[in-house]
């Protein structure tokens, strides 16, 4: 499936759904399939220091235990912008590494599917995270990787899901069929050098919204739904939650 169709896809899951999105006008709110995998699963379900969960999921993706950053499942982790490998004190459009607003319009300078949006012109049609753009294959190692918006709705799809609290700590927990279970914080985003709505969940996909291209998709949620979502600006920053294949 190609890019195109598989951003269509993505949009069909979100009408399934409840959508409770931001207006994609406004700018002031808010796959990377990477087959080289040189790394070895050991039996303890633990890579590169890192423990997953097996969802039994159609894909066989195997999901992280905890957000990059994390030591905990209920630990909120590190933040990132969309594209952006370490996190930073603010996040803005003034120092996001791949693009501005500046005088009302925004100038991209990768990932733009629009020369509306891009710097000069500029348009790559690149639509999914770049590996070396990809902050949980570039800590985690290559072995790791971002989920696809379409990776994020098979596991929603696929398990039950309920509001809960670890630890202190309230977020969704994911129970598969085969009793695995995955718990997901609510740890909020950073907008400018604030951390807002610690009540919400709002994870990154590797998917740009390519109607929007300043925007990408990703998982969001608070204590009543969850859903995927594409209204998050890119400079945004939000927590990851990182995946793997198997051999």
Known sequence: MNSVL??????????????????????????????????????????????????????GILWATCNVGADVPEGYGDYFAWGETEPKEFYGWKNYKYGRFFHERYELNKYCTDSVFGLN??????????????????????????????????????TTSVWSSQNGVNGWCFTAPNGNSLFLPAAGYYWDGDLNA??????????????????????????????????????????????????
């Not at 808010?30 to 894909?59: A, M, R």
């Open 6 to 59: 598989k951003v269509m896809a993505a949009i069909m899951m979100v009408l399934v759904f409840a959508m409770s999105c931001s207006k994609p006008d406004d700018p002031n709110n808010g796959g990377n399939n990477n087959e080289e995998n040189d790394s070895v699963v050991d039996p303890n379900e633990n890579l590169n220091g890192h423990e997953y969960v097996d969802l039994g999921l159609p894909s």
């Open 121 to 158: 012109g500029f348009v790559d049609n690149l639509s999914l995270l770049e590996p070396d753009d990809d902050v949980a294959s570039t800590i985690w190692g290559t072995a790791w990787r971002t989920p696809t918006i379409e990776e994020w709705g098979e596991m929603f799809q696929n």
């Open 198 to 247: 610690v009540d919400l969940g709002v994870y990154w996909s590797v998917t740009l919204n390519m109607e929007y291209p300043y925007r990408a998709w990703g998982f969001h949620f608070n204590s009543f739904q969850c859903h995927l979502c594409g209204s998050s600006d890119r400079n945004r920053g939000q927590t990851v939650r990182a995946v793997h294949s198997k051999k």
